[in-house]
């Protein structure tokens, strides 16, 4: 069984930084993204790493976050935050053959998902 558990949100002033976690179990394979979602929003790519180590980032964090991974646990270290960050952030993983460009645009194509979470970022 597939699970997946971040840890490593909280609050920040802008222009700090956070380490978030994922940790995963239950499988060995696969593509895996960090998404976001504000309030009222929908969810939006941040960023996604296949196991070959390739990576990709939105536009919007590019600079400013680096994902990576071990064997059991996703990372995205954010730096320079800012209040526009503020979201709360989910792990997911693909066990298909997603790239990394196509998992940041297809959430709904993710087979499993964490329960998220929340950063805030104040200004």
């Known amino acids: 069984q597939v699970q997946l558990v971040e840890s490593g949100g909280g609050t920040v002033e802008s222009g700090g930084s956070l380490r978030l976690s994922c940790a995963a179990s239950?499988?060995?394979?696969?593509?895996m993204a960090w998404f976001r979602q504000e309030p009222g929003k929908g969810r939006e790519g941040v960023a996604a790493i296949d196991d070959d180590g390739a990576t990709s980032y939105a536009g919007s964090v590019k600079g400013r976050f680096t994902i990576s991974r071990d064997t059991e646990t996703l990372y995205l270290q954010m730096n320079n935050l800012k209040p526009e960050d503020t979201a709360k952030y989910y792990c997911?993983?693909?066990?298909?053959?997603?790239?990394?460009?196509?998992?940041?645009?297809?959430?709904?194509?993710?087979?499993?998902w964490g329960k998220g979470t929340l950063v805030t970022v104040s200004s």
């Open positions: 239950g499988y060995t394979y696969g593509t």
């Open positions: 997911a993983v693909d066990l298909g053959r997603m790239s990394t460009e196509q998992a940041l645009r297809n959430d709904h194509g993710m087979d499993y």
